[in-house]
C-alpha cells in the first residue's frame, strides 16, 4: 500500500491498483492518520479535522464507521481476526505504516538525510537525496481536500519544508561548484521568499563564484532594499559580512570551498574584563583537570572573552584557537580544525598525535555535528583536550561546565556600563544618574554585551532617555556592526533561530507571561501552545531545550523553582509576536491568540487544583509564596477570564487566593481585581461570592463604610455555601465591633461560629473564633478574648494559623494589664511568623511582640522590635503603619522627655485623621501607657501632616537604640 499525500490524495495497493477510499470526509480521516503515522490520533482531534466546529452529536459513530469502511478498503484480504493496519486505542486511531509506504514521510525522511550529507562534507550525496525528495511532490498538497478544516492546520509546514528542500538543493549545488544550476532556483526563491535571507546569502555566493560580481552586488541591493523598505530591518549580520567579502573580492569567497577558519594565536581582548575574576579563574583551573571544559550561558554573557582571559594565564604552547561564529549550522569540526591546522582531513589524526594539543573552539552553539565530532577526536587521541564554548553543555561524558553568570546591575554591571560610557563621553562617572543606570542594567539583564552596546550610545542619548527606549531591545545596537553582536536584537534572533520549531513556539508562549512560572504552570502554557500537529512537543522536554539553550533562566524562589526569560529574549519574542500578523482569518493577532491560549491554560489548571484543595480549610506555606510569586500572572489570568465574560471563573479563582493574599498583605491586589470582575455586566450565582470576598478586602484597605455594602450579599448566598457566609460574619462582627454596636458584633460573631461548626470546616471555624476575638476586644472583654484565642490555638494546624491565635491570646493579656504574661505568647508568634517568612504575617507578630515589651517596660527591645516591623509593612497597610510609628514615640518618650519623639506622635495623629483612619495614632494596647505618660496627642492633631516616608524614616531614627529582638532565643513556648 502507498498513500500520496504530495498532491491530490491517492492510495495505491501493492499491485499498483487505485484504491477507493470514499468521500472528502472519509479521506481526510486517512489523510490525518497518514500524516501522523505510528502515533495515536484522538477521536476528538479527527473530528475537529472532518467537522471543523461543527462537529456533529453522533460523530464517534460517524468515524467508527469511515474507519471500519477504510479497514476494508485497504485491507480487503485481511483474514478475520489479524490486525489492521488502522489501530483503536481507547479514544483514538492508529495508522501502521512504514516509511517508503506515504510520500510525506519519504519526503521528510530524504530531507534528514540531505541535511545530514551536507554536515558530514558530502554535497553530492545531498544533492541526490533532494532531488529524489522533491520528485515525491506531484502538485499542491492536499489538493482535493483543501476545503476540509484539518488541511489548513498542514498546509504551511509542508509548504515549509518543501522550500527547505528546495533551499537544501541549491546549498548542495553551491558546495559543488554547480553555479549555473544553482541560479535560476535560487532567483525564483528569493523573489517567492525575499524575507529569507539565507537564500539571498545562497544566491550571491553562487554569483560571486560564478564571476559575476556585479550581479551579486545588485542582489544584495535588492535583499537590503526590501528587508529595509518592506520589513524594516537591517541585514542580518551574515549578510552583511558577505557584502564585506564581496566587496573585497575575498579569495576564500570565490573558491568553491568555503573559507578557511583562523587559527591564530588567542586573541586578546581590547578592554578589561569587569565581574569576571571568579568565573575566569574557574576556568583556568578546570583546564587542569579536565578534558573538555564547555563554558556556557546566553548570549551576550561574555563566553568567548572568559575563554580568552582563562587561556591567557597558561601556556599558550599547543592551544589553536578556532572561532566558528561565522560558520554555517552544517560546518565540520573536524575538517575545520583539519584547515586551522593546516592538514588534510585524513593527516588530523597524526598531527594531533605528535603533540598536545588544547582545541579553543569558539561559539558552537549552532554547529549541529560538534558534540559527535569533539566526543570523537576526545576517544581518538589521548593528549587532546577541548575548550568549547556555546550557550548550553555539549552533552558529552566527562564534560566539565562553567556557566557565565550574568552581571549584577548594582555592581559589576554599573561599573562595566560606566567604563564602557566613560570611553565615548570623557569624564563620565555616572554620579549624576546612578539610579538610571542601575535600572538601565536591570532592564538589560546584567549582559554584557547589552550594557556595552548601551553605554557607547551615551554620548548622544543619557541613561533616563535610554532607560525610556527600553526594553525594544532594537533600540540597543552599535553604530559599527560587526557581526551577528551588533547588535541585541540581531543577537538574540539568531538565538531563536537555532531553536527548533515546537522550542520557539514554547518560548513564545512562556515570554506572555509577565511572571516566571513554576514547572506545572509552564508546562501547561508549553502544551497549549504546541498542542498537537506539526509543533507538537513533550512540555518538559521543551522546556529543558530552551534552558539548555540558555534562553529560559531556573530561577529558586520561596516556592521552589521557576523558569524565567531574560528581559531582552522576552522583548524580541513579544515584537515577533506583534508583527506576525493575523493567527485567523477573522483578523485576531497572533500575540493575541498566543496570550488567550497561555491565560486559559493557566487559568484551567489553578482551578482544577482548587477543585482538589480547600485554601480556606488550610492554606500551605509553599501555597502562599507560590501565589507572591505569581502575582503579576493572576492579574493578567483575571484580566483574561474578565475579557472572556468569565466572571464565575474568575471569582472562583480569587476566592481561592484570597486567604493567601491576606496573609501577604496584598489585599489592595485583591480588591483591584475583584472590581475589574465586579464591572461584569452579567449578574449570576458568582455575584454574591465576588461582593463578599471583595467586600474583605474592602475592609482591610479602604475601611468599614466600603465594605459594608458588599458584605451585605451574604443574605444572597446560597445556605450551603460555608465559606463565603462565615467569610460575611466574621467581617460583619469586626465591623459592627468598631461602630460601638457590641451586640450585633456578638451576634455576627456566634452566627459565624455556628454555620462554621455546623458545616464541620475547621478553617472556618478557626476565622469564626478569630472574628470574635476582634469584636471582644473592641469591648474590652479580655477574659473572651483570651478564651477564644486558646480555641483557635487548638483548632491550628499550622505556625500561620497559630501566630495568628498567639497575637489574639497576647492581646487579651495586654487587655488585662498583665503584659508579662503577653510576652511569652508575642515571642512565640514571632518564632513561628520568622519561620512563614510572608511580609503580613510577621510585621503583625512583631508589632505585637514589640508592643508587649514596651509595655513590660523593656523599652530599647520594644523599640527595636518595632522599628523591625514597620520595614515588613504592605504601602498600603497605613492605619497598621501610624500605629507602629506611634508605638516607637511613645516608647522613646516613655524612657525620658524627646521633643522629637513627641512631634513624631503628633505628626502620626495628623496623619491619621487626614486619612480617616481615626482620632489618634495610639494603638489601643499602648493606650494606658499613653494616659499615664500623659500624652495627648488628638489636641493637636492640626494643620498638614507629613508623608508616611518621612515618618517612617523618624521612627527608624528613634527606634535605633540596640534591640535584643524581645529575647527572642532564649524564649519558651507559651502553655
Not at 548550553?392 to 561524558?397: A, D, I, Q, R, S
Not at 555592581?411 to 565615548?424: C, I, S
Not at 464591572?679 to 467586600?695: D, N
Not at 494596647?925 to 493637636?940: F, I, M
Request: hydrophobic share 45%.
Amino acid at each position: 500500500m502507498e498513500v500520496k499525500l504530495l498532491g491530490s490524495m491517492q492510495v495505491v495497493a501493492d499491485d499498483g491498483s487505485p484504491v477507493d477510499c470514499g468521500g472528502p470526509k472519509q479521506r481526510a480521516v486517512l489523510a490525518q492518520l497518514a500524516l501522523d503515522p505510528n502515533h495515536t490520533v484522538s477521536v476528538d482531534r479527527l473530528a475537529e479535522g472532518v467537522w471543523g466546529e461543527r462537529v456533529p452529536p453522533h460523530y464517534r459513530q460517524n468515524l467508527q464507521v469511515y474507519v471500519s469502511t477504510l479497514r476494508r478498503a485497504l485491507e480487503p484480504d485481511r483474514p478475520a481476526g489479524s490486525p489492521s493496519r488502522i489501530v483503536g486505542h481507547g479514544e483514538g486511531y492508529e495508522l501502521v505504516a512504514a516509511v517508503e509506504e506515504i510520500d510525506v514521510s519519504r519526503f521528510r525522511g530524504l530531507l534528514t538525510e540531505a541535511a545530514d550529507a551536507l554536515t558530514a562534507g558530502r554535497p553530492k550525496a545531498a544533492a541526490e537525496h533532494c532531488a529524489t525528495a522533491l520528485d515525491e511532490w506531484r502538485g499542491d498538497p492536499l489538493a482535493d481536500l483543501v476545503g476540509v478544516p484539518f488541511a489548513a492546520e498542514w498546509l504551511e509546514p509542508l509548504h515549509r519544508d518543501r522550500l527547505r528542500g528546495r533551499e537544501l538543493r541549491a546549498e548542495a549545488n553551491v558546495a559543488l561548484a554547480q553555479h549555473q544550476a544553482a541560479l535560476p532556483e535560487l532567483e525564483e526563491l528569493v523573489e517567492q521568499h525575499p524575507d529569507h535571507e539565507h537564500l539571498w546569502e545562497l544566491l550571491v555566493t553562487a554569483l560571486a563564484r560564478a564571476g559575476r560580481q556585479a550581479d551579486a552586488l545588485d542582489a544584495l541591493r535588492r535583499a537590503t532594499r526590501y528587508l529595509s523598505q518592506e520589513l524594516g530591518l537591517d541585514p542580518g549580520p551574515a549578510l552583511a559580512e558577505l557584502a564585506e567579502r564581496v566587496l573585497h573580492q575575498d579569495p576564500a569567497l570565490m573558491g568553491s570551498r568555503p573559507p578557511a577558519i583562523r587559527a591564530e594565536p588567542v586573541p586578546v581582548p581590547l578592554s578589561p574584563s569587569i565581574g569576571r575574576e571568579e568565573v575566569i579563574t574557574a576556568t583556568a583551573d578546570a583546564l587542569d583537570s579536565h578534558r573538555l571544559v564547555v563554558v556556557t550561558g546566553p548570549g551576550g554573557v561574555g563566553k568567548t572573552r572568559t575563554a580568552q582571559e582563562a587561556l591567557a594565564r597558561r601556556d599558550t604552547d599547543g592551544v589553536r584557537w578556532v572561532s566558528f561564529a561565522a560558520e554555517p549550522g552544517t560546518a565540520s569540526v573536524t575538517d575545520n580544525v583539519a584547515r586551522a591546522l593546516g592538514v588534510a582531513p585524513d593527516s588530523l589524526g597524526d598531527r594531533l598525535d605528535e603533540e598536545p594539543t588544547l582545541l579553543a573552539l569558539d561559539n558552537l552553539e549552532h554547529v549541529v555535528n560538534a558534540p559527535k565530532e569533539i566526543r570523537e577526536l576526545l576517544e581518538a587521541h589521548r593528549t587532546t583536550r577541548v575548550l568549547a564554548t556555546s550557550r548550553g553543555p555539549l552533552g558529552l561524558p566527562g564534560e566539565h561546565v562553567v556557566p557565565v553568570p550574568l552581571l549584577d546591575p548594582r555592581t559589576t554591571a554599573r561599573q562595566l556600563f560606566v567604563e564602557r560610557a566613560g570611553a565615548v563621553v570623557p569624564g563620565y562617572t555616572g554620579a549624576s544618574d546612578a539610579d538610571a543606570v542601575v535600572q538601565l542594567c536591570e532592564l538589560l539583564d546584567g549582559l554584557p554585551l547589552a550594557i556595552e552596546l548601551a553605554a557607547a550610545r551615551v554620548a548622544t542619548l543619557p541613561p533616563t532617555e535610554l532607560l525610556g527606549r527600553l526594553p525594544r531591545p532594537g533600540d540597543v545596537s552599535s553604530a559599527t556592526p560587526s557581526g551577528r553582536q551588533s547588535s541585541l536584537t540581531s543577537l538574540v534572533r539568531w538565538s531563536l533561530d537555532l531553536l527548533r520549531p515546537a522550542e520557539r513556539v514554547a518560548l513564545e508562549a512562556l515570554s506572555v507571561l509577565d511572571g516566571p512560572p513554576d514547572r506545572r504552570t509552564a508546562s501547561a502554557v508549553v502544551a497549549a501552545a504546541t498542542g498537537e500537529g506539526p509543533t507538537r512537543a513533550d512540555p518538559l522536554l521543551a522546556i529543558e531545550a530552551l534552558v539548555r539553550h540558555a534562553l529560559v533562566q531556573p530561577l529558586e524562589s520561596r516556592s521552589g523553582r521557576r523558569f524565567g526569560l531574560l528581559h531582552t529574549v522576552r522583548a524580541v519574542c513579544l515584537t515577533d509576536l506583534e508583527t506576525a500578523g493575523p493567527a485567523d482569518p477573522g483578523g485576531v493577532t497572533t500575540a493575541a491568540a498566543r496570550r488567550h491560549a497561555a491565560l486559559l491554560a493557566v487559568a484551567d489548571l489553578w482551578l482544577e487544583e482548587t477543585e482538589r484543595v480547600d485554601f480556606e480549610e488550610h492554606v500551605p506555606e509553599e501555597f502562599v509564596a507560590g501565589v507572591q510569586d505569581d502575582l503579576p500572572i493572576l492579574r493578567q489570568v483575571v484580566e483574561e477570564l474578565v475579557g472572556n465574560r468569565r466572571p464565575d471563573r474568575a471569582t472562583a479563582l480569587l476566592g481561592s487566593r484570597r486567604r493567601a493574599l491576606a496573609l501577604l498583605g496584598r489585599q489592595d491586589v485583591l480588591l483591584d481585581l475583584m472590581r475589574s470582575v465586579l464591572a461584569m455586566p452579567r449578574p449570576g450565582p458568582w455575584l454574591p461570592r465576588a461582593q463578599i470576598v471583595a467586600g474583605s478586602a474592602a475592609y482591610v484597605v479602604e475601611g468599614p463604610q466600603v465594605a459594608t455594602p458588599l458584605l451585605a450579599a451574604v443574605d444572597q448566598l446560597d445556605p450551603s455555601d460555608t465559606v463565603h457566609r462565615v467569610l460575611a460574619h466574621c467581617f460583619r462582627a469586626v465591623i459592627a465591633s468598631e461602630c460601638g454596636d457590641d451586640d450585633a458584633a456578638r451576634a455576627e460573631g456566634d452566627l459565624a461560629i455556628s454555620v462554621a461548626t455546623e458545616a464541620g470546616h475547621r478553617g472556618m471555624r478557626l476565622r469564626a473564633h478569630s472574628a470574635a476575638a476582634w469584636a471582644a476586644t473592641n469591648r474590652g472583654d479580655a477574659a473572651e478574648v483570651v478564651r477564644l484565642g486558646r480555641i483557635g490555638l487548638d483548632l491550628a494546624v499550622d505556625d500561620t494559623e497559630a501566630m495568628s491565635t498567639l497575637v489574639d491570646i497576647a492581646r487579651g493579656h495586654l487587655m488585662a494589664d498583665a503584659p508579662g504574661q503577653a510576652v511569652p505568647f508575642a515571642q512565640e508568634a514571632v518564632r513561628r511568623s520568622r519561620r512563614i517568612g510572608t511580609g503580613y504575617v510577621l510585621c503583625d507578630a512583631l508589632q505585637m511582640l514589640g508592643f508587649s515589651l514596651v509595655r513590660d517596660g523593656q523599652l530599647d527591645d520594644g523599640r527595636g522590635v518595632l522599628a523591625e516591623s514597620i520595614r515588613h509593612f504592605a504601602p498600603s497597610d497605613l492605619g497598621w503603619q501610624l500605629e507602629t510609628i506611634a508605638g516607637i514615640a511613645l516608647a522613646t518618650v516613655a524612657g525620658g522627655p524627646d521633643v522629637e519623639a513627641e512631634r513624631l506622635l503628633q505628626d502620626a495623629t495628623r496623619a491619621a485623621v487626614r486619612g480617616g483612619l481615626g482620632d489618634s495614632a495610639v494603638p489601643m494596647e499602648l493606650e494606658p501607657l499613653a494616659a499615664r505618660l500623659s500624652v495627648d496627642p488628638v489636641g493637636v492633631a492640626v494643620g498638614p501632616a507629613p508623608s508616611i516616608a518621612e515618618l517612617r524614616d523618624r521612627a527608624l531614627a528613634c527606634g535605633r537604640a540596640p534591640a535584643q529582638d524581645g529575647g527572642l532565643v532564649r524564649a519558651t513556648s507559651p502553655t
